[in-house]
Every structure is written in C-alpha cells, then in structure tokens.
C-alpha cells in the first residue's frame, strides 16, 4: 500500500533546472488547463505519512514555489477513516482539501459524485503508464485523478525453510498446503505456521477475499459492475479460505491480523509464507535486530486454484476536489507529484510502487529491489476492487460476509449468496 517536474517541461531537464521548469509563483487566475484556474496555496489530503517520505517530497515543491505552498494534512492511518472524512468535507463542499489522495478504489466513487473534477488528459502522459493504474484512474473512460503509486500483493516466503525442505515456490494453493506439511516438519520450524494474509473485518478483507475469488476464476462484479459474486468459482475461493482457517493451514489468530500484524509476525519467523504488499520487503530486511528473516526470503506470485493467482490492485491516485481554490496549482501540483523521476525518488525513500513502466526495467532499482520483476507481473495481471460509485457500501457487505465465514457463523454458500443479493441492492441505478 509506495518526475520531478509536470511533463510540459520534463524532458531532458536535471534536478538542478528544476525550478526553472516551474509554472511560477503568485496568486493570478491562469487557467491551468480544462477549467482549472487560480493560483495560491493550496492544501493535500492524505493518510498519515508515517516515513516522513512525502513531506520531504512535498518540500521540495515549497522551496520553489513559495506563493504556491502545498499544506499537508494528515489524516487517520485507517483507510475507512479517510474516506469517511474526505467524503464529509465533499459534501459540505468545503475549499479545505485541495488535493485528495485517493485510495485507488475510492476514484469510480469521487468522480460519480462529482467531488473530483475531470483532468485533461493533455497534462499527463499516459504511455508511460501502466495500463492497470491508469485503468484505476479513470471513470467512464475519462481521467478523473492522476496514478502515483501503485501496489500489488506478493507471496513472501521463507528461502532457506524451503531449501532445506528441497522445495520450490509454489503456484497453485495445493502445492503451498503440500510445501507446507514439509516445512512445519523440519525441526527449525518448531512452532512456525504455515501462511496469512490480511483477514481482519477491514478493508484488507475485501481485498484478499477478492484474490481468493479471481484466483478461482470467479469475480466479484463483472465489467460494468453487476454482483457476480455467486458462482461455483467463487465459492472455491472462499470455501479453500476458510477450510485453511479451519484446519490450520491458517493460524487462528490470523483473524486479528492487518497488513503490520502479519508483517510483525512474518519479522519474528513466525509464518512460512505471507500474502503482503512491497513495502515489507526493506523492513523484513532491516539488519537493525528488528527482523529474525533479513536475508532469508523473497517473493513470489500469488498462488490460485490451478496455477498463478490473481493480485487485487492497490495504489493511490491524486486527485482535484471539485470544492478547491487556486486550481491552477492544484492541477500542476498534481502532475510534479507524479512525474516519473519524482515516482523514482519516492521508490528509494519510502519503497512506494510506482506507476510508471519505465522504472521497473531500471537496472539500478531492480538490484536495490529485486522484487520489482514480480511486482510489475502482479500488478499488470491484477484485478481492481469492484469500481462502484457506493462503494463504501460494497466493502461493508463483502468484508462482513468474508468475515462471517471465516469465523463458521455462515457456510461459504450461504455466504455468497446473500453478498449476491446486498450487493445487487448496492449498485442498483
């Protein structure tokens, strides 16, 4: 859950020409572009920046653009928080946020609302890409926000457990219960479990609930967002879900876990394989006594039913609120956010996936970060949460039918078949 100027003057320009390439200073009404006008201070909307990474980022706009200084406000760490407050301040139609950084999921919504204006297209280069993240982008195939970072789920694995086990990563969740069986055998894996993800009633549910599923070969909602969530491959998914659960394969506390339980846990040696997003890598590597495992993993893809699974696509996007003064900053602020060599930087700082293809063949990255070859695989065969316009709704249904199963209150079946119907009422015009 991861360039330095807007691409009107990114080509060929070093880090010291920076500020020349910048739109200037003042408080004018220049139109920015597609209705954006008006020039200050403007504010950015985010989750806490707990590596400090974006306020160094964000920095560097400031000290060149000191008429035009970006505020940056921190909201919760939690995802439904933000949302929650970012939806209030839209339907007050307050100035307060200029700029939202959105949950990529959260942009279908924002956009069919009205609460993030249409960006022209003209500012942002869509080449360079990739086509998953502008996909996440876009609503009604018009671009409403502009994809800064992206995300994708990985399987995390313990090397030297499965050397010495003779095995090979595996593809299929067959082949994992099987490695597995093997590992836990080994007396260095005295009280060890086998695998989590993220299974707590939150968004992280929704989002490994829906990997179950497309790695079945069912869907959650279909491409113009009908429930199609009641189909035998779904119900493969979430029956091989919660009969790991049942037996074992998946420790009973994995129930409380979210993405830094189960990193925590993965740290301590306590899991052989954890379904976790890039940024644990550089923590799980940490040689600061904080890790049990640095130097004893790597990643794989996500395994499915009868080969490689499917990855739920994670990400944010940055987006205009429909509500905002000074627009015309707002838009070339967004566009020096994301311009690939700042995306670069902000993958050396604080791990954060980019968007732009180009950086996942950098030579350079891929030795610092191995793992990048796996995460663009996953990334571009990832399939996003259901794109629907109530979609706060939608999270609540499926995280506590997955929820409810996981526990045994409901058979899967059952399960499905009342998600089904709450999710037609849901996206019901």
Same mark, same amino acid.
């Given at each position: ?6 691409? =009107? ?20 009404? #220049? ?5 954006? #006008? ?20 964000? /920095? ?42 959105? $949950?990529?999921?959260? #942009? ?28 996440? =982008? ?83 909602? $279909? ?40 990193? +925590?846990?993965?740290?301590? /040696? ?72 700042? +995306? ?10 980019? #968007? ?40 609540? =249904?499926?995280?506590? =039918? ?15 078949? +009342?998600? +089904? ?9």
């Amino acid at each position: 859950m991861r360039h330095w100027l807007f691409r =009107a003057c990114a080509a060929g320009v070093t880090a010291m020409s920076l500020t020349a390439c910048g739109t200037g200073s003042g408080t004018t009404d #220049t139109d920015g572009g597609g209705g954006f #006008t008006g020039r200050g201070p403007i504010t950015l909307a985010t989750g806490k920046d707990n590596s400090g990474t974006l306020t160094r980022i964000v /920095g560097r706009w400031n000290s060149s653009h000191p008429d035009e200084k970006v505020r940056v406000i921190e909201l919760s760490d939690s995802p439904d928080e933000q949302r929650r407050r970012m939806i209030q301040n839209a339907e007050l139609k307050s100035p307060e946020f200029s700029v939202l950084n959105l $949950d990529l999921v959260w #942009t279908a919504e924002f956009a069919g609302h009205r609460w993030i204006d249409e960006l022209p297209k003209a500012k942002f280069d869509s080449d360079t890409y990739l086509a998953p993240t502008l996909a996440g =982008a876009s609503y009604r195939g018009r671009l409403y926000a502009a994809p800064w970072t992206s995300d994708g789920g990985m399987l995390y694995f313990r090397t030297d457990l499965l050397e010495k086990a003779k095995a090979e990563p595996p593809t299929t969740w067959s082949q994992l219960e099987a490695t597995c069986k093997k590992v836990l055998a080994l007396p260095e894996a005295e009280g060890m479990s086998c695998y989590s993800g993220q299974f707590e009633k939150y968004e992280g549910l929704t989002v490994n609930f829906a990997e179950m599923v497309e790695s079945a070969g069912g869907s959650v909602v $279909d491409g113009k967002g009908a429930p199609t969530v009641d189909s035998p491959e779904a119900l493969k998914g979430l029956e091989f879900l919660t009969g790991a659960y049942r037996s074992g394969l998946i420790p009973k506390k994995a129930i409380t876990f979210k993405e830094e339980e189960g990193r +925590q846990a993965f740290q301590k /040696g306590e899991l052989v394989f954890h379904r976790q997003w890039p940024y644990q890598w550089s923590l799980a590597n940490a040689e600061d006594g904080s890790s049990k495992v640095a130097g004893k993993f790597a990643v794989a893809p996500l395994p499915g039913l009868d080969g490689p699974g499917v990855s739920s696509l994670g990400g944010h996007n940055l987006a205009v609120s429909s509500f905002a003064r000074n627009k015309a900053t707002a838009l070339d602020f967004v566009a020096f956010m994301t311009d690939e060599r700042l +995306q670069r930087e902000n993958l050396l700082l604080g791990s954060n996936a980019p #968007t732009a293809a180009a950086l996942y063949e950098d030579a350079e990255l891929i030795a610092k970060y191995p793992y990048l070859p796996v995460l663009k695989k996953s990334i571009l065969s990832a399939v996003p949460r259901p794109r629907v316009v109530r979609y706060g709704d939608a999270t609540a =249904a499926i995280q506590d =039918a997955a929820y409810r199963a996981l526990k045994g209150e409901v058979p899967p079946k059952e399960s499905l078949a +009342q998600l +089904q119907k709450k999710l037609e009422r849901i996206t019901r015009p």
